[in-house]
């Protein structure tokens, strides 16, 4: 079975609106990490943002933001006031305790001028 | 060094040979990640090493794909008798503990087989 499930494959998105990129995961775990990775043509991998699953408070980095709803098991992005700059492969991936971190298929998003 | 460090980081070869690639984590990184990534795809993951412990090795699609850290450091991950559907770019990371969140990663190695 899929553990992250990221189901938009492509977006397009004006520059400076707000953007929210899904994903859901799965586990048994109690305790894991949630992750988000950017990914330029480059080719590089850029860590964006974490949660824990023990933390209370959604994480923010910057502009990046991650909605974090346990209940539901999803884990969805946020930028906030998208720059052209931003237009990349966006990843979502999750560890469990003591284990390697598995990333889903990705999102690839197209700021539009 | 200061990143992750890989290398070639474009490798072209004929289909048949052998291949080496080379990956040399942060100075005083436990952990050391290989995942592949084909064209247009999400990161696959392929082998893990932690310490001194032995590599978990349940993502390598093959037994020709092996892989090596000596010393605890520098990895190298060999492709032998490389097929077409072995192109892609080879991805290393490493991270400080196991337990830490986040990875860096290398540049990654480009293969291309003909």
């Given at each position: 079975a899929q553990k992250i499930t990221q189901t938009q494959p492509g977006m397009f998105v004006q520059e400076k609106e707000a953007v929210t990129l899904d994903c859901t995961y799965d586990t048994s775990d109690q305790s894991y990490g949630l992750f988000w990775y950017k990914q330029p043509s480059s080719g590089e991998m850029i860590f964006l943002i974490y949660q824990g699953s023990y933390d209370e408070q959604n994480a923010t980095e910057g502009r990046y933001s991650l909605n974090f709803q346990k209940a539901r098991k999803s884990a969805n992005l946020v930028i906030s006031?998208?720059?052209?700059?931003?237009?990349a492969m966006y990843f979502c991936a999750m560890r469990e305790p003591f284990d390697k971190i598995i990333f889903g298929k990705g999102t690839r998003l197209h700021i539009l001028p | 060094g200061a990143g992750v460090s890989q290398s070639p980081s474009n490798k072209v070869t004929e289909k048949g040979k052998d291949v080496e690639l080379r990956c040399d984590p942060i100075s005083g990184h436990t952990a050391l990640y290989w995942y592949r990534q084909s064209l247009g795809q999400g990161l696959e993951f392929l082998i893990y090493f932690q310490g001194?412990?032995?590599?978990?090795?349940?993502?390598?699609?093959?037994?020709?794909f092996s892989a090596e850290r000596t010393g605890g450091s520098v990895s190298t991950l060999t492709i032998q008798?490389?097929?077409?559907?072995?192109?892609a770019v080879y991805l290393c990371a490493s991270s400080l503990?196991?337990?830490?969140?986040g990875y860096t990663f290398g540049s990654g190695t480009r293969l291309t087989v003909v």
């Open positions: 006031a998208s720059q052209l700059g931003d237009s | 001194n412990s032995a590599p978990d090795k349940s993502g390598l699609p093959s037994d020709r008798r490389t097929q077409q559907e072995d192109s503990t196991r337990s830490s969140y």
